[in-house]
């Protein structure tokens, strides 16, 4: 095998994707896929390829310093992927505390490990932090996040998340880490928890339930396809400079209420029901605290430098969404099942 590359946070929505494009794409890399199996994370995202001869699942929690310490001195990566994290804001509103043990003191734990292992050979290695655009806070009705835009996060999740870029730009400067950064905009797609938006309005829709939509619906958000942010996540893996960070959106802004529309449509389509049958189901509930109005990334940097850009549309991307949704029944059963209900009832009964 050419590299070990360990994947932090594989069995959760883009990890899993990240897992199966670089196991399948790169059969000479070894791929260890770190996880804690939290709510999140599901070993059924990876049924198809987990038999592969480079692939290997280790359990595990990245808050657990001396665990991960002793996973890099014995599998010796020469990469790390990092993208386990709490990802959810509303959850973060609601305990903010698991965001800061996993996301701060877990990447932490990771980038000394990569020290302890690395320090006397840097060459060759590299740390690639995946970060989110709500670092940068919230926009007005006018322009973009850059690299350079600064940091103003405003939830517990987004403030989690700016934290341990730091972190990660400190070691970077500190002790000659070789680390890069992303921070993309809002992933839709297969295998997304139904927490986030465009899943739980899709299970909702299906089972007729209503379509909880914050305040007025007029938040802004970019999205992109999950596939679309693996290709970008591959190109700056092997192409990204040390130290560099490169911002990653769809060019694809939706006002919340737009989306959902879009979304009742195809459901209209795919479900046999009558045009608007889907959209009576929308529900204006009480907003989140500290909503952030407008979230827009400018990619032109990552395109100029390394020639990426979307490539999926955002209609295509929400029907391969839905259609993944509908012919996997089994899987949102699953996920389902247990704790959710619990955060569900929390989180929106009351609203
Ligand atoms: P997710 O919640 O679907 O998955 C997170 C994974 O991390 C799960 O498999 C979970 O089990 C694992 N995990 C959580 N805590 C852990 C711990 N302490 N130790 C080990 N594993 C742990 O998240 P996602 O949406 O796939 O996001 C992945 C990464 O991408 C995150 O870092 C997130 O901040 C970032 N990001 C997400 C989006 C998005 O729209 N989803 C956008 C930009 C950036
Ligand atoms: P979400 O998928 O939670 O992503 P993020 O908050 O990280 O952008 O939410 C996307 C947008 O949808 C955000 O403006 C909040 C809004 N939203 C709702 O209106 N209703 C919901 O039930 C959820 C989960 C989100």
Redesign the pocket.
Known sequence: MKKTIIITGGAGFIGSHVVRLFTTRYPEYRIINLDALTYAGNLENLKDIEKLPNYEFIKGDIVDAEFIDGVFTEYQPEAVIHLAAES???RSILDPMSFINTNIIGTVNLLNACRNIWKDDMEGKLFYHIS?D?VYGSLGSEGLFTETTSYDPRSP?SASKASSDHLVRAYNHTYKLPVVITNCS?NYGPNQFP????P??INNIKKNNPI????K?E?V?DWLYVGDHVEAIDRVFHQGKNGETYNIGGNNEWM?IELIHLLCEIMDDRLDRAPGTSAGLIEF?KD?AG??LR?AIDAGKIKDELDWEPRVTFREGLEKTVDWYLENQDWMDNVLSGDYSKYYNKQ?KQR
């Open positions: 959810h804001v509303d989110t709500e999740y809002n927490e986030k938006l465009i739980l309005s909880p939509v914050y305040g619906g938040n958000r919340n509930v989140r909503h952030d979230y929106y």
